[in-house]
């Protein structure tokens, strides 16, 4: 699990399973918690993170929440900072 410091300062990769939306829900449920169990095996935790990699295993709505929550305070960092892309 990453710290609070490291969740906000750095680089989140996701990987969101919504792009198998055609799979029926109990299938892609199935597959969403057999994942998540797979990569908190803690011989797979252990080489991920050797690869710089904190994990989060949850739901499509989790991670949504989770995105939303970050959107909004980089939005603010960004904002405050008058920080413009050219």
Same mark, same amino acid.
């Given at each position: 699990?990453?710290?609070?410091?490291?969740?906000?300062?750095?680089? *989140?990769?996701?990987?969101?399973?919504?792009?198998?939306?055609?799979?029926? *829900?109990?299938?892609?449920?199935?597959?969403?918690?057999?994942?998540?169990?797979?990569?908190?095996?803690?011989?797979?935790?252990?080489?991920? %993170?050797?690869? #710089?990699? #904190?994990?989060? %295993? #949850?739901?499509?709505? @989790?991670?949504?929440?989770?995105?939303?929550?970050?959107?909004? @305070?980089?939005?603010?960092?960004?904002?405050?900072?008058?920080?413009?892309?050219?």
């Amino acid at each position: 699990m990453l710290s609070s410091k490291q969740r906000r300062y750095g680089v *989140i990769y996701a990987v969101d399973l919504d792009s198998l939306a055609a799979l029926p *829900i109990a299938d892609f449920d199935l597959l969403s918690r057999q994942i998540a169990k797979m990569v908190l095996l803690p011989d797979v935790k252990e080489r991920l %993170a050797t690869l #710089g990699f #904190g994990l989060l %295993a #949850g739901t499509s709505q @989790e991670l949504a929440a989770y995105i939303k929550a970050e959107s909004a @305070e980089w939005r603010r960092v960004v904002r405050e900072a008058k920080i413009n892309v050219d």
